[in-house]
């Protein structure tokens, strides 16, 4: 009898700590960031998660410009650098255990990952 009432309360609480979840993925290579959000989809595909994204947020251009000339005489010419960050974002709505065994993959050099679970969840 003990046996049955603990199961069900093991239910209830399994619903009770479902969680948004927010993963944002951002690197300068984006072949290798989408290969990484199209990883994490196929997990949460799998598992039958609610999710929402990737969302492509704008990408940073960062610029440097420089003479080329060391010394400073000589013609006016100039280096020109930029590097792209690219962001995306993934919600999950799942319990933190799930999560962790769908972030559980080798993730490409490169693509910086963040996880973060609001305090206050509001869903």
């Known amino acids: 009898m003990s046996t049955l009432a603990s199961k069900g309360k093991k239910g209830v609480e399994a619903q009770e700590k ?3 979840i927010r993963i944002t993925l ?19 595909k799998q ?18 410009t420089t003479r080329k ?20 974002v993934i919600d999950l709505h799942s319990p933190s255990e799930v999560v962790r065994q769908i972030t559980s993959i080798n993730i490409e050099p490169g ?9 206050n969840q509001a869903l």
Not at 29 to 40: D, F, N, W, Y
């Open 18 to 20: 479902v969680a948004r």
């Open 26 to 44: 951002s690197s300068c290579k984006m072949k290798a960031l989408e290969k990484v959000c199209s990883i994490l989809i196929a997990r949460s």
């Open 47 to 64: 598992r039958n998660l609610n999710f929402s994204g990737p969302v492509r947020l704008p990408t940073k251009v960062l610029r440097i």
């Open 69 to 88: 000339s060391p010394c400073g005489e000589g013609t006016n010419t100039w280096d020109r650098y930029q590097m792209r960050i690219h962001k995306r």
């Open 111 to 119: 693509v910086e990952v963040e996880i973060t679970i609001p305090e």
